[in-house]
């Protein structure tokens, strides 16, 4: 029997205006997930654990704390959408933000990391569209999909098996303090 896996990150969702303007893009390819229909359209910001089991709760109450303490010093920041990216087995819109550049590495310094190949220098920001084998573009009438504040992050579980189906584990808003 194969075991689920689960994965936690922390990672910001994308307004409905910016998804709507994505969902334009056309796809061709074996398409085996399209995020843009699920309710869950985010881009990852720090990618924490990945395994067979949900962590003990007091490991994630610790994320929390390490988390908060990075949090409470980081104020709402813009991001760009723009263009689209084939990447290994996914199509991806890059997101733009040198504050999120610079956040992502604060909380690289303090909290675990599954992908660690990409993450700190190597983190490259981005809104997956589609998932599968041959994925191209047939059709795209825009190249940039919109701006947005990110003034909330959220710690969320994957359960890979079903990936429509995320739990949040705690929301981080981002609005008091200063950016260090």
């Keep these: 029997m194969k075991k689920i896996s689960y994965a936690i990150t922390l ?3 994308v307004p409905d205006e910016v998804v709507e303007r994505l969902k334009e893009v056309q796809v061709s390819g074996l398409v085996s997930f399209d995020w843009r229909k699920s309710d869950f359209v985010h881009c990852t910001v720090k990618a924490i654990y990945y395994g067979t089991e949900i962590p003990d ?5 610790n994320w929390v704390k390490e988390s908060k303490a990075i949090f409470s010093h980081q104020k709402p920041f813009d991001v760009a959408v723009k263009g689209i990216t084939h990447w290994q087995t996914a199509l991806v819109s890059n997101v733009e933000s040198n504050e999120l550049l610079k956040f992502h ?3 690289f310094k303090v909290l675990p990391s599954f992908q660690p190949q990409f993450e700190d220098e190597k983190y490259w920001p981005h809104i997956s569209i589609a998932i599968g084998e041959e994925l191209k573009v047939t059709k795209s009438k825009l190249e940039k999909f919109g701006k947005f504040k990110v003034d909330e992050i959220q710690l969320m579980l994957w359960g890979m098996r079903n990936p429509k189906q995320p739990k949040v584990l705690h ?3 981002l609005k008091q303090g200063r950016n260090l």
């Design 105 to 107: 590495r604060r909380l």
């Design 57 to 61: 709760p007091k490991v994630i109450e």
């Design 11 to 13: 990672n910001f969702f």
């Design 171 to 173: 929301e981080f808003k």
